[in-house]
């Protein structure tokens, strides 16, 4: 199992007016890495980027029902974008978060 960092968005002033994206860690859990292979060029917020694709799954918590597709994991010091948040079945005890590496633009 590794241990991921969760991390959410938040938008802070800067100093010229302008308005940058910081990201706070929210929480971190264990869960289970799968490597989907090498992903081909998408178009995902209006850019244009190579991604690895990866399946992260957790325990069901209060916590890991929070995350979004504004979010992303820090694994092993590598960025993740959450991609796909599956929906939440009562029944499972998992969440499988489809991730893509790389910095959001």
Do not use: C
């Not at 938040?10 to 992903?39: K, M, N």
């Not at 694994?75 to 796909?84: E, F, H």
């Amino acid at each position: 199992m590794l241990i991921a960092e969760f991390q959410a968005p938040s938008q802070v002033a800067t100093p010229g007016g302008g308005r940058q994206t910081t990201w706070q860690t929210q929480f971190s859990l264990a869960g289970v890495y799968r490597s989907l292979g090498q992903g081909n060029e998408t178009e995902l917020a209006g850019a244009m980027a190579s991604e690895g694709l990866a399946v992260f799954k957790v325990r069901r918590t209060a916590s890991a029902r929070q995350v979004d597709r504004t979010w992303r994991l820090v694994l092993d010091n590598r960025t993740w974008n959450v991609l796909r948040v599956p929906p939440i079945n009562l029944r499972s005890r998992w969440i499988a978060f489809h991730i893509a590496e790389g910095d959001p633009t």
